[in-house]
């Protein structure tokens, strides 16, 4: 059973910074792409980055040159390194992963909330 949680969220004013973790259990880690979602009130769940075999292989164009994916194979554990934070990034923010040779994303975390204020 594959396994996604998500660590690292919570209120920060506008200008900040803050890092998301996600602990993958199992092998997935090796083996999948990893994504991070976000969800805010009202819209539709982005995708805004994700990762697979240790390269960053996609951003969201409204977060490019702000959020930073990374991965750590010793640990299992993707982070989303966000810095220069804006009010329209609060939404609650999940860990994904999928098959590398399939574009359903089949395994996720249980979110964490990102809030940030003006």
């Known amino acids: 059973q594959v396994q996604l949680v998500e660590s690292g969220g919570g209120l920060v004013q506008a200008g900040g910074s803050l890092r998301l973790s996600c602990a993958a259990s199992?092998?997935?880690?090796?083996?999948?792409?990893m994504g991070w979602y976000r969800q805010a009130p009202g819209k539709q769940r982005e995708l805004v980055a994700a990762?697979?075999?240790?390269?960053?292989?996609m951003y969201a164009d409204s977060v490019k040159g702000r959020f930073t994916i990374s991965g750590d194979n010793t640990k299992n554990t993707v982070y989303l390194q966000m810095n220069s934070l804006k009010p329209e990034d609060t939404a609650v923010y999940y860990c994904?992963?999928?098959?590398?040779?399939?574009?359903?994303?089949?395994?996720w975390g249980q979110g964490t909330q990102v809030t940030v204020s003006s």
């Open positions: 990762i697979s075999g240790g390269v960053a292989i």
């Open positions: 994904a992963a999928r098959g590398r040779d399939t574009d359903y994303w089949g395994y």
């Open positions: 199992g092998s997935i880690f090796s083996s999948a792409t």
